[in-house]
């Protein structure tokens, strides 16, 4: 059952931007917290970005920026000045913890590259 759904990857120059969208059914979208996160070629996944149910950050980088459209039941990551570290896949997911996620989609591949 795929309850999150990502878009928004691709190959973007170094300095670029991209922003990655992930729409989740209403009754998750409005009970649990959403964020992304990244895992790198031979690394461990990690958190990049969260936002809460009430619109508050939970979790930033520089670069990155969180927002969400409650009536599109969607979140997006917006992604600026990208770098080569920044390639990996990108996870779209809802927590009540962040320790341990509830719902996992099914990722978007991110490579910044020249």
């Known amino acids: 059952q795929v309850q999150l759904v990502e878009s928004g990857g691709g190959l973007v120059q170094p300095g670029g931007s991209l922003r990655l969208s992930c729409t989740a059914s209403?009754?998750?979208?409005?009970?649990?917290?959403m964020g992304w996160f990244r895992q790198a070629p031979g690394k461990q996944r990690t958190l990049v970005a969260a936002?809460?149910?009430?619109g508050a950050p939970q979790y930033q980088e520089g670069r990155f920026t969180m927002s969400r459209d409650n009536a599109k039941n969607t979140v997006y990551l917006q992604m600026n000045n990208l770098k080569p570290d920044d390639t990996g896949v990108y996870f779209c997911?809802?927590?009540?913890?962040?320790?341990?996620?509830?719902?996992w989609g099914q990722g978007t591949q991110v490579t910044v590259s020249s």
């Open positions: 209403a009754t998750i979208f409005t009970q649990y917290n």
């Open positions: 997911a809802a927590a009540q913890i962040w320790s341990r996620p509830d719902y």
């Open positions: 936002i809460s149910t009430g």
